[in-house]
């Protein structure tokens, strides 16, 4: 089943505050091309929806799954769409930071 994929307002939040910090460390065009796979990643669960860890300890329905080794994204899944909850990068303490946003 293909779902449409949206991302909540604090995703976008995180990929601007991600893009920022690459982009002083390493660049801009680093960091935009870092954030292009990031969200070319995050649109491919339009078909493959369910993946990752089920992490209802912290939310019914929560799901987690990590990209290159860096970065963690939360994410649940509605009938017609999946939407990226939070994108972590980076030794973030994503239990605290997820629990505190319930």
Do not use: W
Not at 53 to 59: C, M
Not at 68 to 75: D, K, L, N, Q, S
Request: hydrophobic share 40%.
């Amino acid at each position: 089943m293909k779902r449409k994929v949206l991302f909540a307002p604090e995703a976008r939040d995180d990929l601007l505050s991600l893009y920022a910090y690459i982009a002083e460390q390493s660049g801009p065009s680093t960091a935009i091309g870092y954030i292009n796979r990031i969200e070319r990643y995050c649109l491919g669960f339009e078909l493959a929806s369910e993946r990752g860890t089920r992490r209802d300890d912290i939310r019914e329905g929560l799901r987690i799954v990590g990209f290159e080794r860096r970065v963690t994204i939360a994410f649940h899944v509605e009938p017609d769409a999946v939407v990226i909850d939070r994108i972590f990068y980076a030794g973030r303490d994503v239990d605290r930071i997820l629990r505190d946003d319930r």
